[in-house]
């Protein structure tokens, strides 16, 4: 792969009270086990979070509040970084995403090196 750029994919979802069955959890771990192992094996894969429910939100006047933000009804459930020739390339792998599934959303951004 030449002129490969670096992706993130953000992964949201609604969160919700219910929990899945073990026979749900079960194949959700093997989707994304296939969806994250594909890119993997296309050495493409950079690194990948899944983000937990615990969390503090720091606003501008440096106050807290405990919590996790959820805006219009989602909140950001974890990330992908990838390897791809374009955002169009990185797009299409985005697209076979298990959150998709779920009702969930993923967005594909640019990383610009901090260097």
């Given at each position: 792969?030449?002129?490969?750029?670096?992706?993130?994919?953000?992964?949201?979802?609604?969160?919700?009270?219910?929990?899945?069955?073990?026979?749900?959890?079960?194949?959700?771990?093997?989707?994304?086990?296939?969806?994250?192992?594909?890119?993997?094996?296309?050495?493409?894969?950079?690194?990948?979070?899944?983000?937990?429910?615990?969390g503090t939100q720091i606003f501008p006047d440096r106050t807290t509040k405990e919590g996790i933000q959820v805006a219009d009804g989602q909140t950001l459930s974890g990330n992908m970084v990838l390897k791809a020739d374009?955002?169009?390339?990185?797009?299409?792998?985005?697209?076979?995403?298990?959150?998709?599934?779920?009702?969930?959303?993923?967005?594909?951004?640019?990383?610009?090196?901090?260097?």
């Open positions: 792969m030449q002129n490969t750029k670096e992706f993130m994919l953000m992964f949201r979802f609604e969160p919700t009270n219910e929990q899945p069955t073990p026979e749900q959890l079960q194949e959700m771990q093997k989707q994304w086990g296939e969806f994250i192992g594909n890119i993997a094996m296309q050495g493409k894969l950079v690194n990948t979070y899944q983000l937990g429910f615990e374009s955002l169009e390339v990185a797009t299409e792998l985005a697209k076979k995403c298990p959150i998709l599934l779920m009702g969930g959303t993923v967005e594909v951004r640019s990383i610009i090196p901090m260097n």
